[in-house]
């Protein structure tokens, strides 16, 4: 029976995750086509880093958005919705050649990233148990990394055929048709149905994904919706101060080391070193790999070593890793695998700490009657950072990489700060960590 249930929750994850995938490929595969693009629609960097942060923008509105759909129709019809948001995004800019259009869907696309990062994590982490919460949260994170390995292969394998950036764009319509039919057979967030008084369904739900004592779960989660409710669902007040600065801050760092500017223009940078477009591209081939067997080491560790550790090990990685990219930029290093070795190093230890932790911390930390505007915000202020340096980050490398990658290890410092005052949530019910947050 056990193996059953833990059967049924691994498909539970693996469903809600694959918005996780789409969430990573749409972030890496304009890396193999945005060189096409600036020359396609005749682009100034200016231009065409506000066209590559079209989407980002969509991001931040998708992720500001999207609470209140998925507190009146619910978690899985909302992830529903944004599948066939992704869809048509992907079809739509791979055919329509025109640079408004592009736009129009990219930030469509955009939309779809930004809300599945609030609702994917959130409907995951409401419908674990705690003690295999921080790895199925986790497993959101995996599959973004996942996605961003796809497309970095999807666009080496496709780079150099007639119109291979349009090909690029448009396989992502696959696995968002599979994603929009496979959420149709997982149930609803037994939490949301709660809070919807469903409390029939979702006693069925928890004894599906294998609650031992459903009645006290019940009983938990209704009295902690009691408790948040008699002062108000008003986010930003005094008491969910600490939960809204953490969320602020692990979204902040997890940005501002600089992971998706280097992801989104992981070509660009490589082929400072001189190498062929093709072999630029199989340089982002092994950043993503090293992205994702890290990513998979983080999900092992989340649980066992808690999001604290490491987070504070990864931090001083990241510092090291970054500090001799900025040095590479300085001394003109970029002959041999100096660079590539030195942000494999980063993307190694940013995928372990900040990369596996934070849908999983900002999933946790805001209690039940808040989570869906909590993760909002998280969201997006990761978003908004990741638009401002995706859009500027062309002008910033044209002037010197020094300078923004020693930004970067700088905040990456930071990070280490952040980890030491960060409390510890593994192995803690969401209502016991609401109890102490607040």
Known sequence: MKTTVKGFMFYIAFVASLGGLLFGFDTAVISGAEKSIQAVYNLSDFAHGFTIATALIGTIIGALICGKPAEKYGRRWSLIVIAYLYLVSAIGSAVIVNWYSFMFFRFMGGLAVGASSVVGPMYIAEVSPSHWRGRFVAFFQFNIVLGIVIAYVA????????????????????????????????????????????????????????????????????????????VGENLFQKKYFYPVLIAFLISSFNQLTGINAILYYAPRIFELSGVFREGAMMQSIVIGLTNLTFTMIGMLLIDKVGRKKLIGFGSIGMFLSLFLVARGFYLEKFEGYYMMLSLMGYIAFFAVSLGATIWVVISEVFPNSVRAKGQVFGSMTHWVWSALLSWFFPIFLSIGGTYIFGFFSVIALGSLVFAIKLPETRNKSLEQIQKELT
């Open 155 to 230: 666009n080496y394998n496709i780079v150099g055929i007639p119109h291979d950036w349009q090909w690029m764009l448009g396989i992502e319509a696959i696995p968002a048709l599979l994603f929009g039919l496979l959420l149709m057979t997982v149930p609803e967030s037994p939490r949301w149905l709660i809070k919807q008084n469903l409390v029939d369904k979702a006693r069925m739900v928890l004894r599906k994904i294998g609650e031992p004592d459903v009645d006290r779960e019940v009983k938990s989660i209704e009295e902690s919706l009691e408790d948040t409710e008699v």
